[in-house]
């Protein structure tokens, strides 16, 4: 038999061309984009799908652990509203951004732009000004060390003060006086699973051409 050849030709676009696995949100595939040894911030390009200089990481803080985000999630209304209720705020916007997730391993890639197979375990419910930034954490699948992790909870206590300070302080600019953003908020795996629901559906709520 002859080898059959591949159903595309081409890169998918991490965001939208890629699934978030068939077990979402139980486990779920992450694009990383960014790796502990990174001093350069790297994103997607939202209209290109390929992977950017963002900025210079200004200061010595650098992601404890890999970072990126999880396909076809959004972080729209549904999750605006969902941390407008968890926190008591009259009214919450997403950021409009993919779902962002960390994923904690003993031995992370020593680049960006990989797929890996995660479970989420918790999550940060960081706001940025008026809008919900949520952070999920997970850990990598068959991870050695963190691979039986299955809530924040089981996470010594001084790796979730590191994810913490990263996510408090990774947007501060010389110069810039007061802080940007707020965590109020560490939540469980529980919690952590409803946020991706909540995003998987604003997702297809903004394009639902992308679920065919």
Known sequence: MKPQPPRTLHLLHPWHGLSPGEAAPEQVIAYIELVPTDTVK??????????KVDRP??????????????????CG??????????????????????MDICV?????????????????????RLFDGDEADDKI???????PA?????????????LVDRLRHYFLTYKDMPGW????????HVYGADEARQVIRLSLADYLSLYPFESS
């Open 42 to 51: 790297y994103e997607v390009d939202k209209v290109s799908g390929h992977l």
């Open 57 to 74: 990481q200004q200061y010595s803080s650098l992601c404890p652990a890999p970072y990126g985000f999880i396909p076809r999630t959004l």
């Open 77 to 98: 209304d549904g999750v605006g509203r969902f941390a407008a209720q968890r926190t008591g705020r009259a009214a919450a916007a997403g950021d409009g951004d993919p």
């Open 104 to 124: 904690l391993t003993e031995r992370p890639p020593s680049h960006g732009g990989v797929l890996v197979v995660a479970r989420p375990i918790g999550g940060f």
């Open 137 to 143: 954490v997970a850990v990598l699948q068959g991870d």
């Open 146 to 158: 963190y691979g039986g992790f299955r809530d924040v909870a089981d996470c010594p206590p001084s």
């Open 177 to 184: 006086q007061g802080r940007r953003v707020e965590i109020t």
